[in-house]
C-alpha cells in the first residue's frame, strides 16, 4: 500500500509536469490542426533559460539555500518569457509559410523545426547532461512512510494554478473566445474581423510560456535536463493531450495526470524498462477505443 | 514462354552489371570509397521503401529505423545460427557462395521478421488519422530500439555479435547490395505503377472519395507499410552484415530521419527520387563526417527550407529516366533557340 | 415496377450529429430501375442521407437494405462494391491523377490479380490492366470524354469534372447509383442535356437512379418518384405531381420561389 502511494505521488508530480507541457500542444492543435512536433524542443529550451537565468541571478550550486523564493519565482518567469519568444518565432518563420499547404507539409516542417532545436541544442548547450540547479531547498516530509517533498508538493500546485489560469482565460476572455472561434472554422473567424495571426501567434507564446514552466518543475524534480529531453517528454506530453481528447485543456491535463501515473505504477511493478512503452500502450489503446481521446467529442469530416 | 526468357536474360544481364561494378569498385576504390557506394545502395533500398508508405500512400511513418533494427537483429540472428549450424560445410565453401548462402537466408528472413513487425504496428496505427500515425511509429520505433537495448540474447546496449569474439561475419559487399537494391526498386516501381499504385494514390489525395469507389484503404495501407517495413528490414540484414555487431544506437531517431530526409530532398512519390535522395545523403553523410555534429542541424534546416520552398521535394512524383531526361534536353534547347 | 423487393429501402433511419438531429426516422422505398429525386431545403438532411446510404455515416437508429440485404455501417468501400456507386457535391476527383486512371481506381477490384501477381508482372496483370484500361476508355467515349484522358483531372472545366465523377461511378459497375447535385452550376440549356443524359444512363447501364437536386426543372422532369425531406424528416413522398401540390412542400420552400415556377412553368 504503502508502495503503491509512493508511486501515486510520484505519478502525479510528474504527471502534473507533462499535463502543462500537454496544453501547448492541445492548444495548437486546436487552434492549427497541427501537430507542434517542435513543443518538446521549446519545452527543452525554457528549461536551460531557467539554469542560465539562475546563473545570472548568482545561483551558486554551493549555497542553494541562499536562492530566495522570489529569485525562483524571477527565474520562472524568465524561463517562461523566452519560450513564448521562442514560440512566436517559430510560428512566425517556419509555420506561417506553410498555413496553408497540405498537412503533410506541415507535419514534416514541425518534424524539422524539432529537430533543428534540439540539435542546436546541443551546439550552444553541449550534448552532455547538466543539473537543474536546485532553486528551491527541498524538504522531505513522511507521511506514514509516504515520502512527499515540498517540491512535488509545489509542482503540483502551479500545475493546477496555471491550468485553472488558462481554462478562464480560454473560456472568459476575448483572447480565449478567438481562440475557440479559430478552432471552430478559420475561415469563418477571419470573415468575423478577428485577427487570426495575432490569435494564432497569442496560442503558441501562451502554449510556450506554459511548456516552460513544465520545464522549469521538471527540472526542480529530475535535477537533470540535456538537450535531447524534449524529444521523450514531449512525446509523452502529446500522447497525453491526445488520450485525453485532442483540442481540449482538462481532457490534456487529466491525460497528463493518467500518463504519469501510469508509468510510475509500471516503473514501481513490472519494470523501469517499459516505463516509455506504457505510454504508447495506453496511447493505440485509447486511440483504438476512443479515437477522440476520453474528453474528446467526435467531429465526422463534412462530405 | 518467351516473356520469362526475356526476363531470366534480364535479370541475368543485371547479375552481371552488379557483379562488374563490384569488381571494378573493388579494383579502383579505395575501401573508404566502396563503403560510401555500399551506403548509397543501403540508403536506395531505405528511401525507396520508405516512400512507398510515406509518399505514394502519404501515411507518413518517422519510425522506420525500428524496422531496419527488426531486419538487422533477425537477420544476423539467422546467420548465427546458420554458421553455427552448417559449420565446417559453410567455410569449405568458396566465399560467394558463403555469402550466397547465409547473407541471402539472413536477407530473408530479416525481411519477414521487418514485414511482421510492419503488420503488428500498422494494423492498429493505420486506423488512425495522418498525422497521428507520425507520433505512433515515432513511439514503436523508440520501443522497438528499447527492447533491443534490454534484450540479453542481443547483447543488450553493446549490441548483438553473435557471441563471438570476431562478431558477426561481414558478407555484405556492393553486389549484394546492389542486387538487392535492384529487386526493391523493382518491386515498388512495379507496384506503384499498376493498379495497386493508383489505389494507393487516390488514399493519399482523398480517401473518402477513395472509398467511394471501392477500396479497402485500411487494408491497403497496411500492404503498403508491410512492403515499406520488409524493405527498412532487407537494408537492415545487409547493414548488420557490413560490421562486427548489430547495435540498438545504429538505429536512433537520427537514422527514420536521414531516411525522411531521402525521400524529400528526392521528392514524396518518386521511386527514382528515392534512389537519388538516398545517394545524396549517403554522400552527403560522408563529406561532412568530421562535422558530425552540424550535419542533423544542416538536415533539419533543409527540411524546413525545402517544405516552405518547394514542399514536393526535388522531382515531386515525377520519374527520372531516359525520356524524362530526354525531354528536359528539348526542352532547354528549344527554350535556348527561341 | 412497383411491388416485391425493392432495391433499397430506408426503415426508420436516425443519425444525430451531437445533439442535432439531422435524420430521423426517415423511410423510403426505391423500386429497381427507378429514377428517385430527393428534394428538400438547404440543410433538410438530404446529404446525410446520402452518406448514411453509402456508409460515410453510421445509422444511429433504423434498418438500411440494399436489395434485401441491410448494409447500415458496413464500410463504404464494401457498400460501393455492393453496387452502390456516387457523385459528390463537391466533386472528390483525384485532382493529380490523369481522367482515365481517375476512373481505372474504380476498377480495382477488377484487376484480376494480387500482390505478387503484380509485382511479378504475370500476364494475368497485363490482361487486367489492359482491361480495366479499356473499360475505362469505353466509359470515356460514352461520356463523351475521350479528347480529356491524358488531362490532369484538375485542369478540367467543372462540367467536365461532373462527367469524369460519373464515369468514375459506372466504373464500379453499379446497380444503384447516387448523383449528388448533378445539375449544380449547369445553365437552363446544360439542365436539360443532363435530364437526358441521365434516362440515357439509366437505360443503358439498367441502372437505378437517385439524385439529390435543386434545379426543380430537372428533379420534376425526370424522377418518376420524388421525396422530400425537411428537418430530416419525410415531409410528401410521391409522383413529382403529388409532390409539388403537396402543402407541407410548399410551406417548406416558402421563399424558395423555385416549386412553385417550376409548378407553374411544367
Known amino acids: ?303 | 514462354m518467351s516473356r520469362w526468357l526475356r526476363r531470366g536474360a534480364i535479370a541475368l544481364l543485371v547479375v552481371a552489371l552488379c557483379w562488374g561494378l563490384d569488381r571494378l569498385f573493388e579494383a579502383f576504390l579505395v575501401e573508404y570509397a566502396v563503403r560510401i557506394v555500399i551506403f548509397c545502395g543501403l540508403n536506395a533500398i531505405l528511401a525507396v521503401g520508405l516512400n512507398l508508405i510515406n509518399g505514394t500512400t502519404g501515411q507518413f511513418s518517422i519510425g522506420h529505423a525500428g524496422f531496419m533494427a527488426v531486419g538487422a537483429y533477425g537477420g544476423a540472428y539467422t546467420v548465427v545460427q546458420l554458421e553455427t549450424w552448417l559449420g565446417p560445410s559453410l567455410t569449405a565453401l568458396p566465399t560467394f557462395a558463403q555469402q550466397a548462402v547465409a547473407l541471402t537466408s539472413g536477407v530473408l528472413v530479416g525481411a519477414t521478421v521487418a514485414a511482421i513487425a510492419g503488420f503488428l504496428v500498422g494494423v492498429p496505427s493505420l486506423r488512425l488519422r495522418g498525422d497521428y500515425l507520425a507520433i505512433v511509429t515515432l513511439g514503436f520505433g523508440e520501443i522497438i530500439r528499447l527492447l533491443f537495448n534490454n534484450s540479453e540474447t542481443f547483447g543488450g546496449a553493446t549490441g548483438y555479435s553473435g557471441g563471438r569474439p570476431l562478431g558477426l561475419t561481414t558478407y555484405t559487399s556492393f553486389f549484394w547490395v546492389a542486387l538487392w537494391a535492384v529487386i526493391v526498386v523493382t518491386v515498388v516501381a512495379h507496384l506503384t505503377r499498376s493498379s495497386y499504385g493508383r489505389a494507393l494514390r487516390a488514399i493519399r489525395e482523398d480517401e473518402i472519395a477513395a472509398e467511394a469507389v471501392g477500396l479497402p484503404t485500411t487494408r491497403l495501407k497496411v500492404m503498403a507499410f508491410v512492403v515499406s517495413a520488409a524493405a527498412a528490414g532487407i537494408a537492415g540484414a545487409l547493414f548488420a552484415h557490413l560490421q562486427s555487431a548489430v547495435r540498438p544506437d545504429d538505429f536512433k531517431l537520427d537514422r527514420s530521419v536521414d531516411m525522411i530526409v531521402m525521400i524529400i530532398v528526392g521528392g514524396l512519390g518518386s521511386v527514382t527520387g528515392a534512389v537519388l535522395g538516398g545517394i545524396f545523403v549517403a554522400v552527403t553523410l560522408e563529406l561532412f563526417r568530421q562535422w558530425a555534429e552540424y550535419r542533423l542541424v544542416a538536415y533539419a534546416l533543409l527540411l524546413v527550407v525545402l517544405m516552405i520552398v518547394r514542399p514536393q521535394g526535388l522531382l515531386g512524383t515525377r520519374e527520372l529516366d531516359l525520356a524524362a531526361v530526354g525531354r528536359w534536353w528539348r526542352a532547354r534547347r528549344t527554350g535556348g533557340a527561341s | 415496377m412497383s411491388g416485391g423487393r425493392p432495391l433499397l429501402e430506408l426503415r426508420e433511419v436516425h443519425k444525430v450529429f451531437g445533439g442535432l438531429r439531422a435524420i430521423s426516422g426517415v423511410s423510403l422505398r426505391i423500386e429497381a430501375g427507378q429514377i428517385f429525386g430527393l428534394i428538400g431545403p438547404n440543410g433538410a438532411g438530404k446529404t446525410t442521407l446520402f452518406n448514411v446510404i453509402t456508409g460515410i455515416y453510421r445509422p444511429d437508429g433504423g434498418e438500411v437494405l440494399f436489395d434485401g440485404r441491410p448494409i447500415g455501417g458496413l464500410p463504404p468501400a464494401r457498400i460501393a462494391l455492393m453496387g452502390i456507386a456516387r457523385t459528390f457535391q463537391n466533386i472528390r476527383l483525384i485532382g493529380e491523377m490523369t481522367v482515365r486512371e481517375n476512373v481505372m481506381v474504380a476498377g480495382h477490384h477488377r484487376r484480376g490479380v494480387g500482390l505478387l501477381g503484380t509485382v511479378l508482372r504475370t500476364r494475368r496483370w497485363s490482361d487486367g490492366e489492359r482491361a480495366l484500361r479499356r473499360k475505362a476508355d469505353e466509359l470515356l467515349e460514352v461520356l463523351g470524354l475521350s479528347a480529356l484522358a491524358d488531362e490532369q483531372a484538375r485542369n478540367l472545366p467543372y462540367g467536365s469534372q461532373r462527367r469524369v465523377e460519373i464515369a468514375r461511378a459506372l466504373m464500379l459497375e453499379p446497380r444503384l447509383v447516387l448523383l449528388d447535385e448533378p445539375a449544380a452550376g449547369l445553365n437552363s440549356k446544360e439542365a436539360d442535356v443532363l435530364k437526358e443524359q441521365i434516362r440515357w444512363l439509366r437505360d443503358t447501364f439498367r441502372l437505378t437512379v437517385v439524385l439529390v437536386e435543386h434545379n426543380m426543372h430537372v428533379v420534376m422532369g425526370v424522377c418518376e418518384h420524388v421525396h422530400c425531406v425537411d428537418h430530416g424528416e419525410t415531409i410528401a413522398s410521391g409522383t413529382p405531381d403529388e409532390v409539388r401540390n403537396h402543402p407541407a412542400v410548399l410551406a417548406a420552400y416558402l421563399g424558395e420561389p423555385s416549386v412553385a415556377g417550376s409548378g407553374a412553368g411544367s
Not at chain 1, 84 to 90: N, P, Q, R, S, V
Not at chain 1, 229 to 240: D, E, N, T
Not at chain 1, 277 to 294: D, K, Y
Open chain 1, 1 to 303: 500500500m504503502v508502495t503503491f502511494l509512493q508511486q501515486l505521488v510520484n505519478g502525479l508530480t510528474v504527471g502534473a509536469i507533462y499535463a502543462l507541457i500537454a496544453l501547448g500542444y492541445t492548444m495548437v492543435y486546436g487552434v492549427l490542426g497541427l501537430i507542434n512536433f517542435a513543443h518538446g524542443e521549446v519545452f527543452m529550451v525554457g528549461t536551460y533559460v531557467g539554469i542560465y537565468a539562475a546563473l545570472a541571478l548568482g545561483y551558486e550550486a554551493m549555497r542553494p539555500e541562499a536562492f530566495g523564493p522570489h529569485q525562483a519565482l524571477v527565474v520562472m518567469l524568465a524561463a517562461m518569457a523566452g519560450a513564448a519568444m521562442l514560440g512566436l518565432t517559430i510560428e512566425r518563420l517556419a509555420y506561417r509559410p506553410v498555413r496553408g499547404a497540405p498537412r503533410l507539409t506541415a507535419l514534416i516542417t514541425a518534424i524539422g523545426v524539432s529537430l533543428l532545436l534540439q540539435n542546436l541544442g546541443m551546439l550552444v548547450f553541449g550534448a552532455d547532461p547538466e543539473s537543474f540547479p536546485r532553486i528551491v531547498v527541498e524538504r522531505v516530509y513522511d507521511v506514514g512512510g509516504v515520502v512527499v517533498t515540498n517540491v512535488k508538493l509545489l509542482i503540483v500546485a502551479i500545475a493546477i494554478v496555471l491550468v485553472v489560469a488558462l481554462e478562464l482565460l480560454v473560456h472568459r476572455t476575448w483572447t480565449g473566445k478567438a481562440m475557440r472561434a479559430l478552432s471552430f472554422n478559420m475561415g469563418a473567424a477571419r470573415l468575423m474581423g478577428i485577427a487570426v495571426d495575432r490569435v494564432i501567434a497569442q496560442t503558441f507564446a501562451i502554449g510556450s510560456a506554459l511548456a516552460a514552466a513544465g520545464g522549469i518543475l521538471f527540472g526542480l524534480d529530475q535535477s537533470k535536463c540535456d538537450p535531447q529531453m524534449g524529444v521523450l517528454v514531449g512525446l509523452k506530453a502529446f500522447v497525453a493531450a491526445v488520450v485525453g481528447g485532442i483540442g481540449n485543456i482538462r481532457g490534456a491535463a487529466l491525460g497528463g495526470l493518467l500518463i504519469g501515473v501510469a508509468e510510475q505504477m509500471t516503473a514501481g511493478y513490472l519494470s523501469a524498462d517499459y516505463r516509455d512503452a506504457i505510454t504508447f500502450v495506453l496511447l493505440i489503446g485509447v486511440l483504438l477505443l476512443r479515437p477522440a481521446g476520453l474528453l474528446g467529442t467526435v467531429r465526422q469530416e463534412k462530405v
